[in-house]
C-alpha cells in the first residue's frame, strides 16, 4: 500500500554535495518519523538522520554539521541535504518511514537504497 522511492544518489568528488530525496506514494492518514539510513560494505545499517512529525531532528555524530534532513509533509517526501562529504560516506543510502494508516495502525517502510559514493 506505501511504496517510498528515493533518489538523488551518485558519484561526488570529496568536498562536494548531494541532496537525496525519498517520497512516498499509496493512501495514509500521516508519516510519523521519516529517517535515513545508510549501509557501508562490510558494515552495518546505521541512521544518519531521522525527523518526526513535529520537526524535531537526531543526527550521527559523524554527519553533525555536514547533513541537514528536511520534510515536506504536503508531498509526503524527505531530503538529505549532504555537504561537505567524505569519502567515508560513501554507502547505499535508505529512507525509512513511519506510517500512520488510515486505520490509525502503523507500518514501517523502506525504500530500496540509493548509493552514494565519495571519491577522494
Known amino acids: 500500500q506505501v511504496q517510498l522511492v528515493e533518489s538523488g544518489g551518485g558519484l561526488v568528488q570529496s568536498g562536494g554535495s548531494l541532496r537525496l530525496s525519498c517520497a512516498a506514494s499509496g493512501r495514509f492518514a500521516s508519516i510519523d518519523a521519516m529517517g535515513w539510513y545508510r549501509q557501508a560494505p562490510g558494515k552495518e545499517r546505521e541512521l544518519v538522520a531521522r525527523i518526526f512529525s513535529g520537526g524535531e531532528t537526531n543526527y550521527a555524530d559523524s554527519v553533525k554539521g555536514r547533513f541537514t534532513v528536511s520534510r515536506d509533509n504536503a508531498e509526503n517526501t524527505v531530503y538529505l541535504q549532504m555537504n561537505s562529504l567524505k569519502p567515508e560516506d560513501t554507502a547505499v543510502y535508505y529512507c525509512?518511514?513511519?506510517?500512520?494508516?488510515?486505520?490509525?495502525?502503523?507500518?514501517?517502510?523502506w525504500g530500496k537504497g540509493t548509493p552514494v559514493t565519495v571519491s577522494s
Open positions: 525509512n518511514f513511519n506510517v500512520v494508516m488510515l486505520t490509525t495502525n502503523y507500518g514501517m517502510y
